[in-house]
C-alpha cells in the first residue's frame, strides 16, 4: 500500500515550525506495513494543493493531507478540495455541536471564525476532531482515500491514533509484512560498521534492508525486511540480527529502537535501583530527557542544575580547591559532583555528573570548546572519563546527555552480566 | 528566485528521523528574501532522486538536496546526478585529501568506504566539507544551480551558513525585499486573534500577509512582506505591526522571533539580575532551555530538578506538613520551592518554580493530570498561579516551560515599565 503525505503551511516553507506530523505518521504508516512514498511540503495557496493533491492520488491509494485548516483566513484548503471531489461546501450540524462541545470544555467562548470550522464539503465523510475544532475530512475517489487532518501535532496524532488510522486499517486490510529490526551501537563509526558488515550486506537476501543512522554519540543501525510469509521474514531477521550483534558485541548499547533515557530507566527499575544527576554542561537535559519517559518517578528522584560554581561548592560540596588546582571541567570535580548529589542531596544508589565547555565561550588553551567529563556512580564504582565532542553547544549538549545515559546503561548491563546485583 | 528543497533518506519517510534540515535550509532562504517553493521527502533509490530532481529543475532556479551521500551502501544520489548533469564519476584527489584530514582530525581510520567519497561527478564543482567526509557537490545547467548536501544535520547547517549560501548569494543577486515580522502572544486563542484582526486583515495590502503559529502555551503572529521597493516595505510593515500590537497591548510577549528563554535572559541581563530554577513537573526542561542559550552563565545560575518529595524537602527546605497539608502540586508548595532554591541554594534576585501532575499517572480527584502550579520570584514580590494544561506529558512539560518562561518576562517587563529596578 502506497502512501503520500502532504504538509500544508507558509510557516514550514519559512522554517518557522518544524514539520514533525510527518513523520509520526511514517511511524504509523511503516506500523501497518505499508510504505510512505513521499512527503510534499507545499504553500497555503491554491494551486499548490490542487497540484500536490492531484499527483499523490495519481501515485498512492492513501494520501494524508495536514494543515491548511486552521480558523484563520489563509486556509483554502476546503474549497481545493471541494472542487477535486466534488460536492458543495454547506455547515454540518454535527461539527457545529462538536466545535461548540470543544469550546465549552476550554472555556472560550464559540466566535463566528471557530463556528466557520463547521462548514465542511458535502462529498467527504466527517470525522469528529475530539481535542480540536478543526473537523478531519474523509474522501473517496476511485478506489483511493484521501484523508485531510489538522496541522495542529497533538490534534494530528491524537486523530491519527484513535481515529484516521484504524479506519484506514479498516478499508485497506492485508498485504505484506513489513518487519524493523533496530540495533544502537557506539564507539563504532558509520563507515567502519559499513565495513566491517560488507560481506553481510552483499550476502543479504534481496527482501532485507541495512539502514545506518548516525545520531550524536552512536550509530541506530536498522535491518528492514519485506515480504508476503510473517514467520519466514521474521525467522531470517533475528538470525541476521544475531550475526550483527555478535560482530558488534562490544559496542551494542540496545536492541531496540527506544530513547535512551527509556532504556536507563528499564535498567535501574528491573535491578531496584534509583537514580538522581548533577548537570553543569548539560544543563538540565539529562532531567529532561528522563522526566519525558512516563512513570520515571520510581527511579528518577531528580537532581541538581549546578551551572555556577557556587552551587557546586554549596549544594554538591565540590572542593573549592579542587576547582582552583584542577578547573571546573575536570575528572575530580565531576566525581565530586555525583558524589556530592548522592550523599548530600538525594541518596540514591545512582548518579550521573557533567562538567564541560558547551561553548562558544569558555575555552582555555588546554581545555577547547567540547572537552566534557562525565562520572557515572552504581553502588559498585564510580567511573570518570572526559571526551572532547565536536560541534556547536546544542549538538555537545546533546552528545553528552547520549554518552552519559549510553555510560549508565552499559554500566548497569556490564554489573547484571556480572550478577552484581 | 524560487527554490526546491529534496530530502533524500529512507529513515526520514519511515520517521525514525526527523527531518530538521529542511526548516533550517528554509530559514536561511527566507533571510536572502527568496522563496522555498516546495519540499519533497524521497526514498533513497534512484527512480524517486530522479523524479523529483528533474521536478524540481523544471520549477526552480536553485535546488537544495540533503542526504544520501553517506557512505554506506544505501547511498545512490552521485549516479543520478551524473546522468542528469553529465560527466563520469571520478576520484577527485582534493577530496581524499580533505577526507584524509577530517579522519586524522577524528583520529578515526580512514577506510576503503570513507575514502570513496571521493569519488564524484565529473560535471560538479566540488565544495569542501569542513567537518564531515561527504562534500558538497554544486551543479549548474541552463541556468539553475543544484547543491547536494549531507544529510547529518551539524555538517549541512555548517556547510550551508559558511559556504553554499554565500555561494548561492554571490551567484544570484538582488530581486524583490521579502521581510518578516513576529509579534509572540498569550492568553488568546488563534480565533480570538482572528475575530480581532478581521478588519485589518481585510484591509492589508496585497503585498502583506498575516499568518497564525500557535505553539504551546502561546501564538505567534508573523506579518510577511514582499515588495520591490524596501524602504516602502519596511516603513507600511512597520506601522501595521504597531496596529496590531496596540491591539493586543495587554498580551504581547515579545515583538520578535526568538526563543523565549532568549527573551528572559536578554531581559535579566539588563537589569543585572540572575535566575535560578526549581522543577518538578518540567523536570530540568526550564533549565535546559535556558541552557542552550549561548552565554546563559552571566544570568543563569542553575537550580535543582526536585522531582521527589524528599528532594523538595531536603533541598529546597519545603515543609512536609504543606505537602501533606495541600499536596506536593499546591500553590504554597511552588512558593516554597521559589524561596528555597533562591535562600538556600542560589541566592540569586529571580527565581521559577513548577510542581504539577504531568501523567499519565499521578492525578487525584481534585488534580487531574495536567494540573500545574508555577511561582515566578522577582526581587520585588513572587506570583503563583496554578494552571490546568491539556495533552499528553510531553505537551504539558512543554507548555509548563513556556508558561513559565512566558510569566518571568511579562513579570520582569512590567516592572521595567514601573522603573522598579
Redesign the interface.
Known amino acids: 500500500m502506497n502512501v503520500s503525505i502532504i504538509?500544508i503551511g507558509?510557516?514550514?516553507?519559512?522554517?518557522?515550525?518544524?514539520?514533525?506530523n510527518?513523520?509520526?505518521?511514517?511511524?504509523?504508516?511503516?506500523a501497518a506495513n505499508w510504505?510512505?512514498?513521499?512527503?510534499?511540503?507545499?504553500?497555503d495557496n491554491a494551486a499548490?494543493i490542487r497540484k500536490?493533491v492531484n499527483e499523490a492520488l495519481a501515485e498512492s491509494e492513501i494520501v494524508i493531507t495536514t494543515g491548511g485548516l486552521?480558523?484563520?483566513?489563509?486556509d483554502i484548503t476546503k474549497p481545493v478540495l471541494t472542487e477535486i471531489f466534488g460536492g458543495e461546501l454547506r455547515q454540518d450540524d454535527s461539527v457545529l455541536e462538536n466545535v461548540k462541545k470543544i469550546c465549552a470544555n476550554?472555556q472560550?467562548?464559540l466566535?463566528?471564525?471557530?463556528a466557520s470550522q463547521a462548514i465542511v464539503p458535502t462529498s467527504c465523510r466527517v470525522i469528529q476532531n475530539t481535542?480540536g475544532?478543526a473537523p478531519i475530512m474523509w474522501f473517496e475517489k476511485d478506489g483511493k482515500v484521501l484523508v485531510a487532518m489538522p496541522g495542529?501535532p497533538?490534534e494530528m496524532n491524537e486523530m491519527m491514533h484513535n481515529a484516521v488510522f484504524p479506519m484506514l486499517l479498516k478499508r485497506f486490510g492485508g498485504g505484506v509484512d513489513i518487519e524493523?529490526r533496530v540495533l544502537l551501537i557506539y564507539k563504532v563509526?558509520?563507515?567502519?560498521i559499513?565495513?566491517r558488515l560488507?560481506r553481510f550486506?552483499e550476502e543479504l537476501p534481496p527482501f532485507l534492508?541495512?539502514?545506518?543512522?548516525?545520531m550524536q554519540g552512536y550509530v541506530?543501525l536498522?535491518l528492514?525486511g519485506i515480504h508476503t510469509d510473517s514467520a519466514y521474514l521474521k525467522e531470517v531477521m533475528d538470525a541476521k540480527l544475531k550475526e550483527v550483534e555478535e560482530e558488534f558485541a562490544a559496542n551494542v548499547v540496545w536492541n531496540e529502537?527506544r530513547p535512551l533515557a527509556e532504556i536507563a530507566l528499564i535498567l535501574l527499575r528491573r535491578n531496584g535501583l534509583t537514580l538522581s544527576?548533577a548537570?553543569?554542561c548539560?544543563?538540565?537535559?539529562?532531567?529532561?530527557a528522563?522526566?519525558?519517559i512516563?512513570?520515571?518517578?520510581d527511579c528518577?528522584?531528580?537532581?541538581?542544575?549546578?551551572?555556577?560554581n557556587?552551587?557546586k561548592i554549596?549544594?554538591l560540596g565540590v572542593n573549592p580547591e579542587t576547582i582552583e588546582c584542577y578547573g571546573a571541567v575536570s575528572l575530580p570535580v565531576a566525581e565530586q559532583m555525583v558524589d556530592g548529589v548522592i550523599r548530600r542531596?538525594?541518596?540514591t544508589e545512582c548518579g550521573i555528573a557533567t562538567t564541560g565547555i558547551?561553548?562558544?565561550?569558555?575555552a582555555t588553551p588546554t581545555k577547547p570548546v567540547g572537552t566534557v567529563c562525565i562520572a557515572i556512580r552504581t553502588p559498585h564504582r564510580t567511573l570518570v572519563d572526559c571526551f572532547h565532542f565536536?560541534?556547536?553547544?546544542?549538538?555537545i549538549?546533546e552528545r553528552t546527555t547520549n554518552i552519559a545515559l549510553i555510560k549508565l546503561i552499559r554500566e548497569l548491563r556490564q554489573l547484571e552480566r556480572e550478577k552484581r546485583f
Open positions: 504538509a507558509d510557516e514550514l516553507l519559512l522554517g518557522q515550525v518544524v514539520d514533525t510527518s513523520g509520526d505518521i511514517a511511524r504509523i504508516i511503516s510504505q510512505v512514498r513521499q512527503v510534499t511540503t507545499i504553500h499548490s500536490a486552521g480558523p484563520t483566513k489563509d476550554r472560550i467562548e466566535n463566528e471564525l471557530t481535542v475544532t495542529v497533538f524493523h563509526t558509520e563507515s567502519e559499513a565495513e560488507a550486506e534492508h541495512l539502514a545506518y543512522l548516525p541506530t536498522r528492514d529502537d544527576t548537570e553543569s548539560s544543563g538540565g537535559n539529562i532531567a529532561h528522563l522526566t519525558l512516563p512513570n520515571c518517578s528518577y528522584l531528580g537532581g541538581s542544575v549546578a551551572y555556577s557556587k552551587i554549596n549544594v542531596v538525594t541518596h558547551a561553548g562558544p565561550g569558555g565536536p560541534g556547536n553547544r546544542a549538538r549538549i
